[in-house]
């Protein structure tokens, strides 16, 4: 895959527009355009601004589409869960799991904080009844 094509793959999956994508750049919608169609050279630098408003590294924009992870999932006796992935993908994935990691512990904190707050009421009623 060219890297041209890497670029308009990931702005598609991403649900951004040309326009959307040309504004985090900083550049008209037809220069980006061209970028996309492959009709310009495009420079390091601009590369490097591509990336980083993918929030992925440059190798990782290079690289995307080049490497395939093979995911699994399903139980040990079938193949039916078989499918191949793209290290942008299982950087997507990871980001993912990341966010539902760090939810799940704000989550935890406020139960915590929760059953504090419960102890504390069991105990003012116990002093309360008796």
């Known amino acids: 895959m060219k890297v041209h094509d890497k670029i308009r793959f990931m702005r598609q999956s991403k649900s951004w527009s040309q326009e959307e994508m040309a504004d985090k750049l900083g550049m008209s919608v037809n220069g980006y355009g061209k970028i996309e169609q492959g009709k310009t050279d495009t420079t390091f630098s601009k ?61 935890i904190a406020h139960l915590e904080q929760d059953i504090g707050r419960l102890t504390e009421m069991l105990a003012l009623y116990k002093q309360v009844k008796s």
Do not use: P, R, W
């Not at 080049?66 to 993908?89: F, M, Q, T």
């Open 47 to 107: 590369l490097e601004q591509i990336a980083e408003a993918f929030e992925i590294d440059l190798m990782e924009l290079m690289s995307f589409g080049e490497k395939h992870l093979y995911l699994i999932s399903g139980d040990n006796h079938s193949n039916n869960g078989c499918n191949v992935i793209g290290s942008a993908e299982l950087a997507f994935e990871v980001q993912k799991l990341q966010l539902i990691n760090a939810h799940q512990i704000e989550t």
